[in-house]
């Protein structure tokens, strides 16, 4: 493997366990490990981590892995579902109560997982797509799902983070700021991912501060000049990562950003290390 050179700097760099769907949960932290990665942020969903797969041994493993590694968990996504049918689905805003139910009684499993290891935070999905819906009644319907969920995870010590992204409910800024209005609680949080609002015409730069009384961890990917949403390694696309990583350091923001490249998985190892390679050299700069 390789030297792990990791330094002593306030940011944590992550990878997502997402990128790794080729390799068991264990193996994926020793992976990250080697190359030098503070943290892994743990999929919540096949083959990884899927609550109604996942056994109190499993976990125990999984603890005892991420000890003997000296890794910490960045953050535990809960925003996939392929366990039961997709991507997104089952969402928040499925036109049947009974799809919405079983979505939000799988976070509440994500949330009592997430607790169990430890994990601060737990990112999940906007809404989710609308079919067959109109944006005011699956706004109405995200918010109370959060609600319950959100008094769950104050009891639990975790915190929500809600990851706008395009073609769902929520996708901008201004759309998360006023969904965080509806449900004021400190148990939900932003999930800022950085290739998501570039997709939405925003700049990552400047939504930064406009962010930051939100913001609990952060996404990193590329997006093509296009500004279609397909995750790049960071360096390859469009974004100006250098300047997005110096404002996140400027804010004094100490926690971790996990770099999130699912569509890699036949290069998982070698497409984590080129961006460790490329991003722990900026912050290093900084």
Request: some cysteine; glycine content about 6%; charged content about 25%.
């Amino acid at each position: 493997m390789w030297k792990n050179n990791r330094r002593c700097i306030p940011i944590k760099l992550a990878f997502s366990s997402n990128g790794f769907k080729k390799y068991s949960i264990l193996e994926t932290i020793d992976i990250l490990a080697e190359i030098g990665y503070d943290g892994i942020e743990i999929l919540q969903d096949i083959p990884h981590a899927f609550p109604p797969d996942t056994t109190e041994e499993k976990l125990i493993e999984i603890q005892q892995r991420l000890d003997y590694r000296q890794i910490g968990i960045s953050n535990m996504n809960a925003f996939m579902t392929y366990g039961y049918i997709d991507n997104w689905r089952p969402s928040f805003v499925e036109s049947e109560a009974g799809e919405r139910r079983r979505r939000i009684d799988h976070t509440h499993s994500c949330i009592d997982m997430a607790a169990r290891l430890g994990a601060k935070t737990l990112s999940t999905q906007p809404g989710g797509p609308m079919q067959g819906v109109d944006s005011a009644w699956a706004n109405k319907v995200f918010i109370e799902a959060m609600e319950e969920l959100a008094d769950h995870a104050e009891k639990a010590g975790v915190t929500i983070l809600v990851e706008p992204e395009p073609d769902l409910t929520i996708e901008t800024s201004d759309q998360f700021i006023e969904f965080k209005k509806a449900v004021p609680s400190d148990a939900i949080a932003l999930n800022f991912d950085i290739g998501h609002f570039f997709c939405v015409n925003e700049d990552p730069v400047k939504l930064v501060d406009k962010l930051l009384p939100y913001t609990k961890h952060y996404h990193l990917e590329d997006i093509a000049a296009s500004r279609v949403h397909e995750h790049m390694i960071p360096g390859t696309g469009s974004i100006d990562i250098p300047g997005v990583l110096k404002k996140i350091k400027d804010t004094g923001y100490d926690g971790f950003i996990t770099i999130e490249l699912y569509p890699y998985q036949t290069t998982a190892i070698e497409t984590a290390k080129q961006s460790y390679d490329y991003v722990r050299g900026i912050l290093n700069e900084l």
